[in-house]
């Protein structure tokens, strides 16, 4: 199983497992965000639309 993790690692020379966004969607700032949940106790999935605002980058 080692070796497979390797192999699957050495695909990603960056260390990114990422989809690419497209370019029409804001990025959000997932640290801020997981800041102000965690702060709160809630979860993304618990804030309103006005809320979520703050978090992205348009």
């Excluded at 640290?31 to 809630?42: E, H, P, Q």
Aim: charged fraction near 35%.
């Amino acid at each position: 199983m080692i070796d497979q993790i390797k192999e699957f690692d050495n695909n990603f020379p960056d260390g990114v497992y990422a989809i690419p966004r497209s370019s029409n969607e804001p990025r959000v700032k997932v640290r801020a965000l997981y800041d102000y949940c965690k702060n709160r106790g809630i979860t993304p999935a618990d804030i309103s639309e006005d809320e979520m605002e703050h978090f992205l980058k348009r």
